[in-house]
């Protein structure tokens, strides 16, 4: 699995649209279906209104009806691994597990993995909310 997803997210890199900091970032997400959406980074002349990959990746698969990430991967050409924002570690939480793993990644091939809930400990997740 790690690997589908990185070569999506390392695939969809080439597409960021980056002009300004000339960062490009790809991420790709796999549901269980065992689809895999990716997303590249969007930035805009008005910061902060650009969109990251991580964040691409997940509308995609909602568009796509999808609701259930198993597998996340990032990748970025930066001197170490590039892990999700925090606005990212929060939207990978609504549709992903505490235990799911994240594949973070350079271009350079080092890769570090980890689970969503050693990048965003104490979430707030539904449990925080009085929902019927």
Do not use: W
């Not at 990185?6 to 597409?15: F, Q």
């Not at 990430?69 to 930066?78: P, Y």
């Not at 689970?115 to 019927?132: Q, Y």
């Amino acid at each position: 699995m790690t690997q589908d997803l990185l070569g999506a997210a390392r695939r969809v890199r080439n597409n960021a649209y980056a002009p300004y900091s000339g960062f490009k970032v790809g991420a790709a997400v796999q549901t269980a279906s065992g689809q895999v959406y990716p997303g590249c980074n969007v930035e805009n002349v008005a910061y902060p209104e650009g969109t990251c990959a991580e964040a691409g990746a997940v509308a995609a698969m909602v568009a796509a009806g999808e609701t259930k990430i198993v597998g996340v991967a990032v990748i970025a050409d930066s001197p170490n691994p590039i892990t999700p924002c925090g606005g990212c570690r929060q939207k990978l939480a609504e549709f992903g597990s505490a235990d799911m793993v994240v594949t973070m990644a350079t271009m350079g091939g080092d890769i570090i993995k980890t689970t969503l809930g050693e990048l965003l400990p104490g979430a707030f997740t539904r449990t925080h909310m009085d929902l019927d």
